[in-house]
Structures are given as C-alpha cells and as structure tokens.
C-alpha cells in the first residue's frame, strides 16, 4: 500500500558525489519525517539523516558538513545529496517514511529496499 523506492546509489570514488533519491507512492493522507539509513556490512543500521515535513533536519555526527537532506512534499520524495564521500561511507542505504494512512492516524514506518553506495578507489 505504501510503497518506497530509492535510486542513485552506484559506484564513486572518495571525494566524490552522489545523490540519493527516493519516492514514495501508495495511499496514504501524508508522510511526516523522512529519513536515510545506512547499513555497512557487518554493522548495525544507523541513521544517517532526517527531515520532518517543515523541512526541519538532523545529521548523525559522522555526515554533516558533507551530507545534505533536502525533500518534496508534492512529489513525496526526499534525497540525500552526497559529498566528499569517504570510504567508511560503504553502505546500504535505505529510505524510511513516517506516514500517516488516514487523516487523524498516528504516522507507521515503512521502509524501502535499499540502494548501495560503493566509495573505492
């Protein structure tokens, strides 16, 4: 019903740039905050950052100043804009949505299948 699907993520080499994107399409009244999480293999899932649906946004320490989250309410889209990319940066990346099925409904979680972001020279 809800359905999430990331794109952009590839190859790239440190220092590079990528940006991430992800749409969300399905029924539902509206997606609150957004997010990208990052799984190295190995490692645990981490958050990497979030934006509410004012726009309002937080960075996991590791990203800032390189990382930049932006969105699209009418397109119900949000990206991540990658820059100086390291590569500690290896990962699958997966997009996360609040969103709220009906009017007056608390926001359920959902979740993309992920896209992986390879840094190596």
């Known amino acids: 019903q809800v359905q999430l699907v990331e794109s952009g993520g590839d190859l790239v080499q440190p220092g590079g740039s990528l940006r991430l994107s992800c749409a969300a399409s399905?029924?539902?009244?509206?997606?609150?905050?957004m997010g990208w999480y990052r799984q190295a293999h190995g490692k645990e899932r981490e958050l990497v950052a979030t934006?509410?649906?004012?726009?309002?946004?937080n960075y996991a320490d590791s990203v800032k100043g390189r990382f930049a989250i932006s969105r699209d309410n009418a397109m119900n889209t949000v990206y991540l804009q990658m820059s100086g990319l390291k590569p500690e940066d290896t990962a699958v990346y997966y997009c996360?949505?609040?969103?709220?099925?009906?009017?007056?409904?608390?926001?359920?979680?959902?979740w993309g299948q992920g896209t992986q972001v390879t840094v190596s020279s």
């Open positions: 996360n949505a609040d969103v709220r099925r009906l009017a007056f409904q608390g926001p359920r979680s959902y």
């Open positions: 399905g029924s539902f009244y509206r997606i609150d905050t």
């Open positions: 934006i509410t649906s004012g726009f309002n946004t």
